[in-house]
């Protein structure tokens, strides 16, 4: 179960993953920001933020931690671990300082109408059932799709939407890209795999205290949040090293100089290390309490708007 997380404790975290010393604070929806990192404020707390890997064996290889240290004012560390591994770093960070805001980039939840035909009344329900969770990528049935032979289900049956209402709104809103429905487990851009074996994580950080924001209320204590680094990095080619490079140069002010070069060699540590910077900069907002039906449901994404707002 791991060791239950204190409020209002602080004292020096583990050094941080690639480097030294670590970084967060509670949050709300806020406007998407698909450009440049601009000046604003800068949160007073540790952030760790995590570009995740539902790979079976080794996911070191792509599942990358970024860390953010407020007294530098910089992401100081990003180094590839596991999901067990990835856990246990947000525990022990949160036990250290209860301001952590922690940022994971993978889907939270699943659309409400499947939850619901499911018998699944809430996320912990979801979360905690790692048997169902493994079954779901193992038989592939729809709606689940991408693996050899389980094609997309187009277009999807009345009533049943691929997409979450948080990436309903992601779409509507002028970005370079889209998101992809957590329902697709294999192929291009998939993002199922991972959601479904990140789940389990989540499970774990509620039951040892934190809040996961926009299920739980984001009190005084540390808070788990849904991020989607392409609301930070926008149109930029991830999969080229120079473009990565350039980006990550605009901001070398924010970032140690062993950050700047891992992040500029992998796309995956780029992503934490983006994820990072934006849960920086927007950090400082209070995280609102939700109280629609459907999103303490299906969850939200950081930094992308509530409709209306």
Do not use: N
Request: one cysteine or more; charged letters at 20%; proline letters at 10%.
């Amino acid at each position: 179960m791991g060791p239950s997380v204190p409020h209002r404790r602080r004292r020096p975290p583990a050094a941080p993953v690639g480097a030294g010393p670590v970084g967060a604070g509670p949050v709300v929806a806020g406007p998407i920001v698909a450009g440049p990192i601009v000046a604003g404020p800068i949160v007073a707390g540790p952030i760790v933020a995590a570009d995740w890997s539902g790979a079976a064996t080794g996911e070191r290889r792509h599942l990358w931690l970024a860390e953010w240290q407020p007294a530098a004012a910089a992401v100081v560390g990003v180094a590839p671990t596991t999901r067990t591994g990835a856990a246990e770093r947000v525990l022990a960070l949160a036990e250290a300082d209860d301001r952590l805001l922690a940022g994971f980039d993978f889907s939270f939840s699943l659309p409400e109408w499947w939850l619901r035909s499911s018998g699944i009344t809430s996320v912990s329900e979801l979360w905690a059932d790692g048997a169902r969770l493994e079954r779901w990528l193992a038989e592939c049935a729809p709606p689940f799709w991408g693996r050899p032979g389980r094609r997309r289900p187009v277009p999807p049956a009345a009533g049943c939407p691929e997409l979450r209402r948080t990436e309903v709104a992601a779409c509507r809103a002028a970005l370079p890209h889209r998101p992809k429905s957590t329902f697709q487990v294999g192929g291009a851009g998939a993002v199922g795999t991972a959601s479904l074996r990140g789940m389990p994580v989540l499970s774990r950080l509620r039951r040892a205290g934190m809040a996961v924001w926009p299920f739980h209320a984001a009190g005084a204590g540390p808070v788990v949040t849904e991020v989607w680094p392409r609301l930070a990095t926008g149109s930029v080619v991830k999969s080229r090293s120079d473009a990565r490079l350039r980006w990550l140069k605009s901001r070398r002010h924010l970032l140690a100089p062993a950050v700047l070069a891992r992040a500029a060699a992998s796309a995956d540590a780029f992503d934490a290390v983006a994820a990072a910077l934006q849960l920086a900069q927007w950090g400082t907002l209070p995280l609102v309490d939700v109280t629609d039906p459907t999103v303490v449901l299906e969850g939200w994404i950081y930094g992308v708007p509530f409709p209306g707002k």
